[in-house]
């Protein structure tokens, strides 16, 4: 007996949700889409160096975390790669472990 009104709100609210949850495909259009493709690929770079600030300085934020892999658009074995790169260089200080400024 005192389930039967508890359902009803329930099968409102989740009306309510649908409505709200509707996706629409053009959904990544919103932001420019820019064409990833990983840069050490296309270079066919050997390996990675963690000397080569210059580089992976592209791939860390202002705060020093290494940007991840669906923004810099790396592939999962160089991500990987400049990931251990950036850990060495931060170990010699040539990379802030946090906050430039
Ligand atoms: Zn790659």
Do not use: W
């Not at 359902?7 to 990833?36: A, I, L, T």
């Amino acid at each position: 007996m005192a389930e039967y009104p508890a359902r009803s709100e329930r099968s409102s609210d989740s009306r309510g949700r649908d409505s709200r949850d509707s996706r629409s495909p053009d959904r990544k259009r919103r932001f420019q889409v820019r064409k990833k493709v990983c840069r050490f690929c296309v270079d066919k770079t050997p390996f990675i160096d963690y000397k080569d600030v210059k580089t992976l300085r592209f791939f860390i934020t202002e705060r020093g975390k290494i940007l991840p892999r669906r923004i810099s658009g790396n592939c999962a074995r160089h991500q990987r790669e400049i990931t251990v790169a950036l850990q060495r260089c931060r170990n010699i200080a040539l990379v802030p472990f946090s906050g430039e400024k």
